[in-house]
């Protein structure tokens, strides 16, 4: 009985980080869409966030994507071919990089890259006072932690995402083309692509790169932001990258569902 206890207040803990993770983000979206929100400091925030989080690793996201691109879609190229199968690279390129592994491997970049900094940031400014210090001058610390952060971060995944399927699309194409396993014309291989992708597959990437962003931005603010001493930030910084992973897996498997039973 104790065991069962136990999990019982394990879950019932978990169930409440996920309540206060998405209310956080409810209330993000919500707010991003009233101007009176976006004063000058949340824009600056927001440009900010969207820097390190969207433009610093895009080199290494594209590096990534060449990867993909060779060890993938030239093998789905090559391997098509062979079983005279040619008609069904398009739907396997959409499906295997675009709807799959790019949100994927894209949000864990993110991940390992942004949020045990974001939330490490977050909890030295709880315990040096700089929450309690915006609140004196009369300004909303979540308009000015949270919201920047929490979009900045949703949309620095998205924007990602994209470069990472079309890197991972023209690298493998060119080295498709030089090895001469795949097709050398260009539009043939471009229409076979877009003739594949249907609405679902573009609702499918979005809510796959950004939801899971929300979910790990919100968490790592509510990591950073619930601490109450300087010892307390690397357990509440792991936490919060353990929770962004699991989330990740969770959503993608939860989206994948559903978009192979629509």
């Not at 820097?51 to 290494?60: C, R």
């Not at 900045?152 to 990602?160: H, I, N, R």
């Amino acid at each position: 009985m104790r065991a069962i206890g136990k999990l019982g207040e394990i879950v019932g803990a978990q169930c409440d980080e996920l309540r206060h993770a998405a209310a956080v983000v409810g209330t993000a979206v919500c707010f991003s869409f009233q101007p009176r929100h976006w004063a000058r400091p949340v824009r600056n925030l927001f440009a900010r966030q969207v820097l390190a989080v969207g433009i610093e690793p895009i080199w290494f996201v594209c590096g990534m994507a060449v990867f993909v691109g060779i060890s993938v879609v030239v093998q789905l190229g090559f391997w098509t071919g062979e079983a005279g199968q040619s008609q069904l690279l398009g739907p396997l390129l959409v499906a295997v990089v675009a709807r799959e592994l790019g949100p994927l491997l894209t949000t864990i970049v993110v991940i390992v890259r942004s949020s045990s900094a974001m939330a490490t940031e977050l909890g030295v400014l709880k315990v040096a006072g700089e929450v309690r210090v915006l609140e004196a001058q009369g300004n909303d610390p979540f308009l000015h932690l949270v919201l920047p952060r929490v979009l900045g971060v949703a949309l620095s995944t998205f924007c990602l995402t994209i470069v990472f399927i079309l890197v991972a699309f023209a690298s493998g194409y060119l080295f498709g083309a030089w090895l001469g396993t795949g097709s050398r014309d260009v539009w043939l291989f471009t229409n076979t692509v877009l003739n594949a992708l249907h609405p679902k597959d573009m609702a499918g990437i979005l809510v796959k790169s950004t939801l899971p962003a929300l979910f790990t931005s919100a968490s790592c603010c509510i990591g950073g932001l619930g601490v109450s001493r300087l010892t307390d930030i690397p357990r509440a910084t792991q936490r919060a990258l353990t929770r962004s992973i699991v989330g990740l897996f969770v959503i993608s498997a939860v989206v994948s569902l559903l978009t192979y039973q629509l």
